[in-house]
């Protein structure tokens, strides 16, 4: 019988095949040239992981709504009021995340009033119906996802469950020949999309084809998520499906903030509203967490009069999602016109702008590194210090097994002005870190612990930390250092930094 320990490496992805390890039949020692350390379960699918490093991206709540200046459309609005003042251009919508810094973005296709910006099948709710040519015209994950490409921007689509419009609704036949048709469907718009969005509000009252009724679905029995989930990977082997889905969480607020704990494991049954923002530590499965919040100060969906927040409070967002390990998916809404008014792509600009400022000149790349440890090297791989500043995602530092506090120095020959550290977990063999801290010196040898007002537990994918304790204070004028210090306190296994950067 083969021994346990070598699979589950090789489930995790860590050892090259060897064909001598599949075809022994008798108890082997586990062979492990690299000295790659042991994954603490459960690790990131790797879907999961390249959906970890979209981590901004845009939400565009556009439909029916945009129209009757709704938020929760009942599902018996005629096809006739979606009637667009000018062709919906999602190449604009994205254009403006793309200078934000967005790395992608997610289209609503489908909102509760279950009225398709697609020609689909499933129903006579759709643009085709539409109240003109620019209507009838439209085709949202047509354009959007042919944007998407053209501009290198990853891409995906809100389809809600929960549909107000369909008569079917609450029975079989919705999730079989509606709601999963309308997924396959959308599945065939492009095989690369990173995310589809299902959201958790569904069942309650609506319109339902004209039984004007109270449907109460369980959502956890009722979507058949695993059919679900395999008919979407069939087409998509990246979609994260997010929500519903079970494949990441929602972080539990529309606030636009992460805990400064924030674990991407989960237990079965945990409560969003809860410990949406935390995560749990040791949790059974990989769930992490993705922060929806508004842009604008109105709702999902356009409205007159709205206006865009500051881009000082969306870069207090970013710090305060992208910043605590989770994905932040700002949401912009598109006007009548079916494009994104001036002022919002404005603030988005403004808001790449101090991302970029703020965050754009890493520098840990010209200080010398050292760590209090590291690891034996392997015979193809080491576990250095510089592994954390090389820019490359795939090398990092680890410290030998049974290690788990240590210290990173960093040294600079001249003074630096320093603001932010930014930490990075090497997540594909776990969420490690537990407690740590952040000194700086002004001489190399007597040290001031910074970001004293910061709770320094997790890590994870990304941990951006300010010096001054301060997400949305004025920037600041910094601290000067000749030397920064970060010390692992605790860790539930050896840590693993891929990146270590210095703002
Ligand atoms: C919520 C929905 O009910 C809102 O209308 C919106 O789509 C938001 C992103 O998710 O649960």
Redo the contacts with the bound molecule.
Sequence with gaps: MKSLYPTLLLLGGLLPFTGAAQLSIVPESPSNPDNVPAAVHPVPHERQLKWQETEFYA?Y?YGMNTYTGL??GNGDESESLFAPTAAPNPKQWLQAAKAAGMRGGIA?VK??DGFCLWPTSTTSHNVTNSGNDFGRNTNIPRDFAEAARELGMKYGF?I?PWDRNSVHYGTDAYVKDVFLRQCAELAEYGSEQFEM?F???NGGSGYYGGRNTTVTVDQSTYYDVPNLRDSVHKVCPDCVLWGVGGEARWIGN?AGWAGETNWSTENRGYAPEKNGMYGTEGGWFWLPGES?AKATNRG?FYHDGESPLTPERLFQMYLETVGRNATLIL?IPPNKAGVLPDASVAALEGMGQLINNRLGNDLAKSATIQASETRTAGAARTYVAANMTDGDKTTYWATNDGTTSATITLTWDEPQTVRYVELMEYIALGQRVKQFKVETSTDGSTWTQRATGVTTTTVGYKRIVPLNSSTSASYGNGYQAKALRITIEDSRACPLLSKVAVY
Excluded: P, R
Aim: glycine share 6%; hydrophobic share 35%; no cysteine.
């Design positions: 939400f709540h938020e929760w609503v909102h509760h809100y809600s969005w959201d958790g509000a529309e929806d999902w949401n």
